[in-house]
């Protein structure tokens, strides 16, 4: 007798407990979920999740399962099936990230903070979910790799140099047409017609011209040309071969 009581105690206890539980329980899971949070994600993928939530085990340190890798997409992706009553989210983005497609159940809007591109979203009576498909170019810092940066200083140098050199060689151009038309003009000084318009020909000509040449392009006597080219020869500027029978005449160097 005495064990039937026991037995009818103990199953007493088990029903009032019971009966406590389902007492209880529906206040648990009518609990309402929130979640007011930041969400970083650097350029190795590491996520790290901060703020106010009661949902369990959502914020984290340096996590990898939020993120993957193809070839050089990478992709973030946070879902969580319990509904929300609010949820307000904000992700930062590695530096110098492209946006290539992006996925949320609530409503999102971009925008951008130093280097980096931020992601909003808000909902209510929602699940959270959200998947961002980017692209990190560049360094990770957002600046131009060193080596981009040494390139761009050589070629930079090496323009430099070009143009020094092409404005010397247009001086030296210069100053050399210069001289020459100079002294051009000085062969002249002091010289009859004539003379001038011997001197003319043979600077026209780079070769000796045979003083019947000469002659013939001037349409000049031949004792007319004979007694000029002998007073240019005196006065230091041509210079007189004769050969044979013909007088080959240039100017002197």
């Not at 407990?17 to 009518?30: D, G, N």
């Amino acid at each position: 007798m005495s064990l039937l009581r026991r037995k009818l105690k103990l199953y007493n206890v088990i029903i009032a407990i019971w009966l406590t539980l389902f007492t209880i329980s529906p206040s648990l899971y009518a609990q309402d979920l929130y979640a007011d949070i930041t969400i970083d994600i650097t350029d190795s993928g590491f996520v790290t999740i901060d703020g106010t939530t009661n949902f369990p085990y959502l914020l984290t340190i340096d996590n990898q399962n939020y993120t993957y890798k193809t070839r050089d997409k990478w992709f973030f992706n946070i879902s969580k099936n319990e509904i929300f009553s609010e949820f307000i989210f904000k992700v930062l983005l590695p530096p110098s990230s492209t946006i290539y497609d992006i996925n949320s159940s609530g409503t999102i809007w971009i925008s951008k903070e130093s280097n980096r591109l931020v992601v909003y979203g808000l909902g209510e009576n929602k699940s959270i979910s959200l998947l961002i498909n980017y692209q990190i170019s560049k360094s990770s810092d957002g600046k131009t790799p060193s080596f981009i940066s040494d390139i761009n200083l050589v070629f930079s140098i090496l323009i430099i140099i070009i143009f020094i050199l092409i404005f010397l060689n247009m001086y030296r151009s210069y100053n050399k047409r210069k001289v020459s038309v100079k002294s051009y003009v000085e062969q002249f000084k002091g010289l009859t017609d004539r003379q001038k318009q011997i001197m003319k020909v043979l600077n026209e000509h780079s070769e000796t011209l045979t003083q019947t040449r000469i002659e013939k392009i001037l349409n000049m006597p031949k004792a007319a040309v004979s007694r000029n080219i002998h007073s240019l020869e005196h006065k230091g500027l041509i210079e007189i071969e004769k050969v044979g029978m013909s007088n080959f005449i240039r100017l002197k160097k």
